[in-house]
Each structure stands twice: as C-alpha cells, then as structure tokens.
Nanobody, 115 residues
Framework: QVQLVESGGGLVQAGGSLRLSCAAS????????MRWYRQAPGKQRGFVAY???????NYADSVKGRFTISRDNAKNTVYLQMNSLKPEDTAVYYC?????????WGQGAQVTVSS
C-alpha cells in the first residue's frame, strides 16, 4: 500500500507560479511511474505529467513548456513546478503512483488561478 500526500496548492494570479509536492510512503524508485492528474469542475480527470523510475518524463500538450515534473529520491517526493499559470489550469491536482498492477492516489490539492 503506497500512501501519497500532496501539498503546495493555493491561489495565484495568472502568470504566476506554484510548486506541488507529492510525498510517498515508500521509495519512489520502487514505483514504476509517478504521475500528476487534474480535474476541473464538471470535467473528467485528465493526465498532466509523469516521471518513470528511470527518469523519463512526459507531459500533456496543454502544459508542455510551462510545467516541469521532477523528483527527489532521498525524500521520496515528486514535484510539479507550474509556471505561467492560466485560469484554465484551475483544478484539483492529484498525485498518482503506478506500482504495477496497482494505482494509488493522493487526496488532491486545489490550485486556483485568478485572471
């Protein structure tokens, strides 16, 4: 059982930055991939970014060039640095850990971007 705790959400003006953190209860090197998803009101949860245990990263087209996923193996923590934020980035952001074959989810962190 992998437990995930997100932090770092909040309210920011358009053009600003936030950094989300996701702390895992075990070594993230034992987890196949760590991912961020988001869900805006009235919309389905959608993929934002991932980083694999080998360090490969991938991003949704809507955040490429603005968001960066990274990790600190010693702290068992994954980060999502979000720059040039837009109102359409407003959502609850969820951390996900895929430890094949099981997906684990965090409780979510609210990010609100005002125009």
């Amino acid at each position: 059982q992998v437990q995930l705790v997100e932090s770092g959400g909040g309210l920011v003006q358009a053009g600003g930055s936030l950094r989300l953190s996701c702390a895992a209860s075990e070594s993230i090197l034992s987890i196949n991939s760590m991912r961020w998803y988001r869900q805006a009101p009235g919309k389905q949860r959608g993929f934002v970014a991932y980083i694999t245990s080998g360090g490969t990263t991938n991003y949704a087209d809507s955040v490429k060039g603005r968001f960066t996923i990274s990790r600190d193996n010693a702290k068992n923590t994954v980060y999502l640095q979000m720059n040039s934020l837009k109102p359409e980035d407003t959502a609850v952001y969820y951390c996900n850990a895929l430890k094949i074959p099981v997906n684990y989810w965090g409780q979510g962190a609210q990010v609100t971007v005002s125009s």
